[in-house]
């Protein structure tokens, strides 16, 4: 498979067990500070099964991905349910909040 992300398999990416588990992502951010990412599953953020694992962890359970791999930094993505099209714009998440 080839890797169309702007970071390495191997960088942190922030995620929920949910979505390790095999639980859709649902929304994705590509944080505009440090151009890392976020992977979650569209709930509430719930601290205590927020989880940093490399990207490969989440991208590789997740090839559908790939759709979003050239997000802009600053920006975030979200979509209804699996297999429905991304909604792509600015993103609230970042020193500005």
């Known amino acids: 498979m080839t890797w169309n992300f702007d970071q390495a398999r191997n960088v942190a990416c922030v995620t929920c067990r949910s979505v390790i588990e095999g639980h859709p992502v649902l929304v994705a951010i590509h944080y505009e500070d440090d151009h890392s990412w976020g992977f979650l599953d569209g709930q509430p953020v719930d601290m205590a099964a927020a989880l940093v694992v490399a990207m490969s962890?989440?991208?590789?359970?997740?090839?559908?991905?790939?759709?979003?791999?050239?997000?802009?930094?600053?920006?975030?993505?979200?979509?209804?349910a699996m297999g429905e099209p991304w909604s792509m714009h600015k993103s609230g998440w970042g020193p500005e909040v």
Do not use: C, F, N, Y
């Open 57 to 80: 962890s989440v991208v590789d359970r997740h090839p559908d991905l790939d759709e979003i791999a050239s997000l802009p930094p600053g920006w975030e993505a979200t979509r209804a």
